[in-house]
């Protein structure tokens, strides 16, 4: 599965997370993909079930690489953004529409960060049911 691109994903969180969950559905599909892939007994002589096994564990391991960087870019980019707003608030400290901007990026960032761990529960999960 190609890796959609997040460049425009990572500035709204609804987006970002819709990203997540089509890049998520290899693993959503893991059961499904090992009963398609591993060949019933009238099968065997057929299909090379180990090269299938092979082929749906580096397309496992490339969706869970892409995911990873797709969520640690949206993670270094909004924290740039956070950063950048905690710079301009201490400039103006009675600026009520700066302070409201850098707290819905905290919060984005956030959520984002907690993806981390999600991501690390989907990917156990995966290669519990591949193994």
Not at 38 to 61: H, N
Not at 94 to 111: G, N, S, Y
């Amino acid at each position: 599965m190609a890796a959609p691109s997040a460049a425009g994903s990572c500035d709204d969180f609804a987006e970002f997370q819709e990203l997540l969950r089509v890049m998520r559905t290899i693993d959503d599909r893991i059961v499904h993909e090992l009963n398609t892939t591993i060949p019933t007994a009238s099968f065997v002589g057929k299909i090379d079930a180990g090269q299938t096994c092979r082929e749906l564990y580096e397309s496992l391991m490339n969706a869970h690489s892409s995911r990873e960087r797709i969520i640690k870019n949206c993670i270094a980019q909004t924290s740039s953004v956070v950063k950048t707003l905690r710079e301009e608030r201490e400039k103006a400290q009675d600026d009520v529409a700066l302070l409201k901007q850098l707290r819905k990026e905290q919060t984005k960032l956030k959520l984002m960060q907690s993806e981390l761990s999600v991501e690390e529960v989907v990917n156990d999960r995966s290669w519990k049911v591949l193994s």
